[in-house]
């Protein structure tokens, strides 16, 4: 059964500071760097309020972590578990498995390892690893991410945590490249499809490829100014994971003006008939 999700960016604006990860080349170390936003909703009141207004699961974006301290993990793993919701996928929104400088990409294998151990403590399914941002036509790097994602996928599944991927960034920008990951990560990987993500005439053909390999999918629509989706469009999209026969995530996607909560409700009226028994 198809059910209904949200990433905590969609919920951004609410959530407080946001923590970047970011690499510093004069120490040729890992910083955050925190980018201020009022606290409307913390991270720990999230789930309950998620699950009152009918979502499901969650997805939580890395940079809006306040603490990885075992017991703040242990806190936030019993807040779900009492508001009766999935914490379905961490979105670790940092890291280049293809980076050309080896002790910086050495680093970033490191942090992603260590943001997978910390997935399991919080009780997350799932992490979404970044598979890299060199060009899409570079073959070597393609089978060093798919090399290096196998290899986390494989210390993921030793403590309860599925490795996923997504078509972001710019090496899998595109659904050949995407299958190309999956086939040589020997089922060590998995996908998240995302809308927004895919550009070009072959759009709908590439979500309709990924989708069988997905764990869930962003549901990214195109919107216009005033933060109204183009519902034509989002429903091509919504048609060809329906095509493909997927049961699993609708994670919505919001980032325009205005209030969050009511942007998520637009794109929810859409998505609504494709949960469950499915289409429209």
Same mark, same amino acid.
């Given at each position: ?9 969609? *919920? &951004?604006?609410?959530? #407080? ?16 760097? !925190?980018? $201020?936003? @009022?606290? %409307?909703?913390?991270?720990? !009141? ?15 974006? +890395?940079? &809006?972590?306040?603490?990885?301290? $075992? ?18 996928? %961490? ?7 293809? +980076?050309? $400088? ?18 399991? /403590?919080? #009780?997350? /399914? ?15 790097? *393609?089978?060093?991410?798919? &090399? ?17 991927? !997504?078509?972001? /960034? ?21 996908? %998240? ?5 895919? +550009?070009? @005439? ?15 999918? &962003? ?11 183009? !519902?034509?469009? *989002? ?6 994971? +329906? ?15 205005? $209030?969050?909560?009511? #942007? *998520? ?6 998505? =609504?008939?494709?949960? =469950?028994?499915? #289409?429209?």
């Amino acid at each position: 059964m198809s059910y209904l999700s949200v990433s905590t960016w969609s *919920l &951004h604006r609410l959530l #407080g500071p946001l923590r970047w990860t970011v690499w510093n080349p004069e120490t040729r170390m890992h910083e955050v760097k !925190e980018q $201020d936003q @009022p606290q %409307i909703l913390s991270l720990l !009141e999230l789930p309950q309020e998620a699950a009152r207004r009918g979502y499901q699961a969650l997805e939580l974006c +890395h940079f &809006h972590f306040p603490s990885t301290d $075992d017991g703040y993990l242990h806190d936030l793993r019993e807040r779900f578990a009492a508001a009766r919701i999935s914490l379905d996928t %961490i979105l670790l929104d940092y890291g280049d498995l293809t +980076h050309p $400088d080896e002790v910086r990409r050495a680093a970033d294998y490191a942090f992603m390892q260590e943001w997978i151990r910390l997935a399991a /403590k919080c #009780g997350s /399914k799932r992490i979404r690893i970044i598979a890299g941002e060199a060009s899409p036509s570079d073959e070597a790097s *393609l089978q060093l991410s798919a &090399h290096s994602l196998r290899s986390l996928g494989e210390y993921g599944e030793r403590i309860g945590v599925q490795v996923v991927t !997504e078509n972001f /960034k710019s090496l899998l920008s595109t659904g050949a490249n995407c299958l190309t990951v999956m086939e040589q990560a020997a089922g060590q990987v998995a996908m %998240i499809t995302d809308f927004g993500n895919y +550009h070009g @005439p072959l759009k709908y053909e590439e979500i309709a490829a990924t989708t069988p390999y997905s764990r869930s999918i &962003h549901v990214k629509p195109h919107y216009d100014e005033a933060g109204r989706p183009d !519902e034509a469009e *989002l429903r091509q999209c919504l048609d060809s994971v +329906h095509a493909s026969g997927y049961d699993g995530a609708y994670v919505l996607i919001y980032d325009g003006p205005g $209030d969050m909560w009511e #942007g *998520l409700e637009r794109v929810r009226r859409i998505v =609504g008939p494709y949960l =469950g028994a499915g #289409g429209a």
